[in-house]
């Protein structure tokens, strides 16, 4: 049984007004949503992930830029606007690559993005991130997610799904390992140390009731699941009007606004919603669309 207590989490993203501010900060300060790699996953190429403290010691970096951004924007705005997808992993890359080109405020030398291995005629994959670590000398290789995954059943590895079936968690540990920590050079650069990002959320299914909802210990929690990051819940079931839940935005996912973007809920459909009151995540699913 895997215990934790989520009153004392570090959420520093929450005391910036800026919604983009908000999601930056949230991009460089979150842990990843695992701790550890499962003992039940074949590793065919090693990865790590970094220690929750190391993110919060890049936030601390990072503080004196967010204040600014946080009065003055236009910089952070004038990047995002680049970005003509919707799709909130590519959103999250942006924010990454947006800290990463500080190169004042960390130890990291930016080598390249986006960078493709073609062999021959043929793309064979692509590079999230390739960086100099310049207080270690070594290059390495970064492929950044965010993710948001439902457990089912025992929670296991292969019991987590994304709101598509079938992208899980399982299958997004294996294509790291596979496929994207492949390969041995880059940029004529032999790579060294290879990290995944993976942020996002992590969600247990509603069990008995509303009022239970901020006892995780009534769950059995797998080794690598990270207590540093926040944990939602999910379900099939509405709340009751006087719960205060809002509906966020498909944006907010990554960070909540400072103020609700919505009214208090009183109609429902597939999405994520929040109690500002306890800091309680909710995706609710409509029952009928679970299976399919």
């Known amino acids: 049984m895997h215990l934790i207590s989520q009153h004392q989490l570090f959420e520093p993203w929450l005391q910036f007004k800026h919604p983009l501010v908000r999601q930056l900060a949230f991009a460089v300060a979150s842990p990843n949503i695992l701790s550890a790699l499962p003992l039940e996953l074949d590793i065919r190429h090693a990865f790590h992930f970094h220690p929750s403290q190391i993110w919060q010691q ?24 680049q970005l003509k997808s919707t799709r909130l992993g590519l ?7 947006f800290w990463l080109l500080d190169h004042h405020y960390h130890g990291y030398e930016l080598l390249g993005h ?12 692509e590079l999230d991130f390739l960086i100099k670590n310049t207080e270690t000398n070594q290059i390495e290789h970064w492929e950044v997610a965010l993710k948001y995954y439902l457990g089912e059943t025992d929670m296991g590895l292969t019991t987590w799904y994304g709101l598509n079936r079938t992208d899980t968690l399982n299958r997004k540990l294996k294509h790291f390992t596979q ?20 942020k996002g959320q992590l969600f247990l299914p509603l069990k008995n009731s509303f009022t239970d909802v901020g006892d995780f210990n009534q769950y059995s929690l797998p080794h690598w699941l990270n207590p540093d ?20 935005q498909r ?34 699913r409509n029952s009928s669309l679970i299976f399919t």
């Open 58 to 81: 890049h936030f601390q970096t990072y503080l004196p830029r967010l204040k600014q951004l946080d009065q003055a924007p236009k910089e952070l705005e004038d990047f995002m606007v």
């Open 91 to 97: 959103r999250f890359e942006m924010f990454m690559w």
């Open 114 to 125: 986006s960078i493709q291995i073609i062999n021959g005629a043929h793309t064979i994959g």
């Open 179 to 198: 496929k994207q920590f492949q390969f041995q050079q880059a940029l004529d650069t032999d790579i060294q140390i290879r990290y995944a990002v993976l």
């Open 229 to 248: 990051r926040r944990l939602g819940i999910w379900g099939t079931t509405i709340p009751k009007a006087d719960l205060n839940f809002f509906r966020l």
């Open 251 to 284: 944006q907010e996912w990554i960070c909540p606004n400072a103020v609700p973007s919505s009214l208090t809920a009183h109609w429902w459909t597939n999405g994520l919603y929040l109690q500002n009151q306890h800091n309680q995540f909710y995706m609710y």
